[in-house]
């Protein structure tokens, strides 16, 4: 392969930047989150439209590898900043009611999911059809949290019950869907290279036992704070590095390292700016992402047939979220209306989603057809998720008499926040 035309990729960099940023700026007119807006510009960028024709002229195979490149890095950061938001404040507040919510957030949309894919099985056959299943029903389960954040946010929903019931649920969904995802990836990736996965086991003990010391060291506080933000940026991506190296996935070690960043023993305002360095260099590079996922989206062959099957896939992935959830939340003595607001909250999967069809898609799990379906699924119901919110909840949105007790405020940083309109996912 020649070596590819750097005036092309400066090109395209800036074509799917501004393309993907004109879609964002869309979707907040409409009242809908900015990575709706970006996904649907990826896709746009994608074969769907004019044969491919366009996406050949714009990003030309010579170009794709190093696009492939920036977009690996821009998720790495992507699952940094989601390791780095997760709140165990959050999950102890709502620890009382989490036992039915759990088993309605995630049981019940993966078990549908899961004998869903046993029918799917018959038009998309899988060579790892354990494996499949599996994943189908954890795509189903998921919820992608800084979306959810977001539109809790924007919805007034902070200080309420159903906010940091929806936000506990999220995170524990993701933390258990990423480990389901990884022994998924940890089986079908085996090979001869296998017994690389016996250094899981070391890698998490540093990774819980001996970063967080390194990072909250006297040395390490001493340092310029853009050197800190440095190193930290190297260590994450040497943590994605070692779990690609170990048959899982970057995303994994990316998570990890953002996860056991200390909350406490770091300098006034280490956390606070370290999301703000990171986030704008993720911003940047995720709809890099977004296109190279959308090279794989082909809609521009959908039959009847194909058009049932998206059908039969948002209802079971709307059916298990917002039955289950529903119920869940009527177990655990909540109203009607909160029930209804909570179940659709945790049908938002965005982002996430779309990190997760990825690996299924690298890993053979979905073939294009069915991962093109899968994305749609997950677009709608994220575009679905804001209408739904103010038709269960109305006028009680911001009621927080009505809706519960304050919980503390989401934000890359973790930190807890006093204004129910702050934060950032």
């Not at 039955?323 to 939340?329: D, E, N, T």
Request: glycine share 12%; hydrophobic share 55%.
């Amino acid at each position: 392969m020649s070596a590819p035309d750097a005036s092309s990729m400066l090109l395209a960099l800036a074509v799917l930047v501004l393309v993907c940023q004109g879609m964002a700026a869309l979707a907040r007119r409409l009242g809908q989150p900015s990575v709706v807006g970006e996904i649907v510009g990826g896709v746009l960028l994608g074969p769907t439209l004019f044969g491919g024709r366009l996406t050949d002229t714009l990003f030309p195979t010579d170009i794709r590898p190093l696009l492939g490149a920036f977009a690996s890095v821009g998720v790495a950061l992507f699952m940094f900043l989601v390791g780095l938001e997760f709140d165990r404040r959050v999950i102890r507040q709502q620890a009382g009611t989490m036992g039915w919510l759990g088993v309605g957030a995630l049981v019940v949309p993966f078990g549908l999911g899961a004998l869903f894919a046993l029918w799917l099985l018959g038009a998309h056959p899988s060579r790892q059809p354990t494996a499949f299943v599996v994943f189908l029903g954890t795509a189903m389960a998921v919820t992608a949290f800084p979306v959810l954040a977001r539109i809790i946010v924007d919805h007034g929903l902070l200080n309420s019950r159903v906010g940091g019931l929806a936000l506990a649920l999220a995170a524990v969904g993701d933390v258990i869907a990423w480990t389901v995802l990884a022994v998924v990836v940890a089986v079908v990736g085996a090979d001869g290279h296998s017994w690389r996965l016996l250094l899981l086991l070391p890698y998490a003990a540093i990774m819980v036992f001996v970063v967080p010391r390194l990072l909250s060291s006297r040395l390490v506080n001493r340092l310029p704070q853009r050197a800190t933000v440095l190193l930290v940026m190297a260590g994450v991506l040497a943590s994605g590095a070692a779990t690609e190296w170990m048959g899982l996935h970057l995303i994994f070690g990316a998570f990890l390292f953002g996860l056991v960043v200390p909350r406490t023993g770091l300098r006034g305002g280490f956390r606070e700016g370290l999301g703000t360095s990171v986030e704008p260099l993720a911003s940047f590079l995720m709809p890099i992402y977004f296109v190279v996922a959308g090279f794989r989206v082909d809609l521009s062959h959908l039959d009847a047939g194909a058009i049932g099957e998206l059908l039969l896939i948002l209802l079971v992935a709307c059916g298990g979220k917002l039955l289950g959830v529903y119920s869940g939340a009527r177990a655990a003595r909540l109203d009607h209306r909160s029930a209804l607001g909570l179940a659709t909250l945790m049908n938002v999967r965005g982002l996430t989603e779309l990190v997760l069809l990825m690996v299924g898609l690298s890993m053979g799990l979905l073939d294009p057809d069915l991962y093109s379906l899968m994305v749609v699924m997950a677009v709608v119901t994220t575009v679905a998720s804001g209408p739904l919110l103010r038709f269960s909840l109305g006028s009680s949105m911001k009621d927080e008499g009505t809706l519960g007790a304050r919980v503390p405020a989401p934000s890359a940083q973790g930190e807890e926040r006093e204004q129910p309109q702050a934060g950032r996912p």
